[in-house]
């Protein structure tokens, strides 16, 4: 397995030539079009991806069906990113499809295309992988964006599904919420149902303006679509209006506030797809689906009072926020904070938005040996300029651990900011 990490860590993330989309089906044609026969449900968005993806797993193989899914980034192992029925697909079938990529590489070179970049390649794995395992149903997250993403190349998904729109990867998709949206919402096919996250009405505009073009049929999802009913010790209870009028009631097995829409865009996808004869689910079916479901790293408890947030642009941030400001209303303890990002990433705006109206008694900024990761002396002078107490830097994942979980006492403990950080300490914690 160290070799196959080794050689995929070896690829570039970002190549100067890259193949378009019209090379990349190419590849795909070589491995048989294998896309093609399978049943592809699409999901894009800046954030809630995963989640939605989870929740949709889930409830499938809760009703029954074989679920393959494709997801990204991954925390500790790249084969986090190829599950088969919510579980990693095992080391032998990884590799077998690891050679087969790397063997369709060698010859797709040499009939004159550029190498697969690290994502494309991981793309062709997870289609070598599905081919082999004929799941019902495959879930296929896209990458950064959609329009142009490489895993935009499937012809005819039965199902398209966009989550929450916001600012990330701005120097690639645009300086606006509707030029975002412009790019993710480009994985829409003609005639293929969307539903989508339309909380964001500039962005919502944007994709029913593509949609009606291509004659996709819509189903929006709003905040008043779900209620609150009550909370528990393990999250929520939502009432969610179903897409044929109905209401179905799920206890939702995380703290995080974000996650009642997400599941809410997950429980009208399924909804679409019994409507138009694709997958029956039963209400139990959906309740027992969401509360079997699991997404490591996103408002995860690893230990009594202590979370792992993959939060990593200014609306996760923002959403995170809103969950820590709820929790330390009801209980009235303090908030310690361990915290790390990218360089590329808006940090500062981050980490504003991060402390706003939260009473913090300490932060630990870590520092980790990536040459994209954001100078941990900065962000603890951006820290420092916005709250009134202990900001420490440490110069491992591990030493900022120790003191995090040192100093935290009996409070709030959180760690965010960057999934790479979230990956380290559930590493270390392994």
Not at 54 to 60: F, G, K, N, S, V
Not at 192 to 197: I, R
Not at 405 to 414: N, P
Request: charged share 25%; with cysteine; net charge negative.
């Amino acid at each position: 397995m160290n070799t196959i990490e080794e050689y995929l860590s070896s690829i570039p993330m970002w190549a100067v030539q890259k193949n378009s989309l019209t090379d990349i089906r190419r590849y795909l044609e070589a491995l048989g079009s294998p896309d093609d026969s399978m049943r592809i449900i699409h999901v894009a968005g800046t954030n809630g991806k995963g989640s939605v993806c989870a929740y949709l797993t889930a409830m499938l193989c809760e009703a029954g069906f074989s679920v393959g899914t494709f997801i990204s980034p991954h925390l500790e192992t790249t084969r986090e990113r190829f599950l088969f029925d919510g579980e990693m697909v095992d080391e032998e079938l990884y590799a077998e499809a690891f050679l087969k990529v790397r063997g369709l590489a060698e010859k797709m070179t040499e009939e004159g295309l550029n190498p697969p970049t690290y994502f494309e390649f991981l793309f062709y794995m997870c289609m070598a992988i599905n081919d082999r395992l004929r799941p019902d149903f495959l879930i296929l997250e896209t990458g950064l964006g959609g329009r142009l993403d490489v895993t935009n190349v499937i012809r005819r998904p039965v199902l398209t599904v966009l989550t929450s729109i916001s600012m990330d990867h701005m120097q690639y998709l645009g300086n606006t919420l509707a030029e975002i949206a412009f790019e993710k919402a480009g994985i829409l096919k003609p005639g293929v149902p969307v539903v989508y996250d339309a909380s964001c009405r500039e962005g919502a505009t944007v994709i029913e303006r593509r949609a009606q073009n291509l004659g996709c049929p819509l189903y929006a999802v709003n905040h008043t679509d779900y209620t609150l009913l009550g909370r528990g010790a393990d999250g929520p209870r939502i009432s969610i209006r179903t897409v044929d009028g109905g209401q179905v009631v799920v206890a939702i097995p995380s703290q995080a506030e974000y996650q009642m829409m997400n599941v809410t865009v997950a429980v009208r996808s399924v909804g679409v797809l019994r409507r138009r004869g694709i997958a029956w689910l039963s209400p139990n079916d959906v309740i027992r689906g969401i509360r079997h479901s699991y997404w490591p790293g996103r408002m995860e408890e690893v230990l009594p009072g202590v979370w792992l947030d993959g939060a990593h642009n200014e609306g996760g941030i923002a959403s995170l926020s809103e969950t820590i400001v709820r929790m330390q209303q009801e209980t009235g303890k303090d908030v310690s904070l361990m915290f790390g990002a990218m360089s590329d990433k808006a940090h500062g705006a981050m980490i504003r938005r991060l402390c706003e109206g939260i009473r913090v008694k300490r932060v630990t900024v870590a520092r980790m040996d990536n040459v994209r990761y954001a100078d941990a002396g900065q962000l603890a002078e951006e820290f420092r300029s916005v709250l009134d107490c202990p900001v420490v830097v440490c110069d491992t994942v591990t030493e900022a651990w120790e003191d995090f979980m040192k100093h935290r006492g009996d409070g709030l403990a959180f760690c965010a900011g960057s999934l790479y950080l979230v990956g380290a300490v559930k590493s270390l914690l392994n």
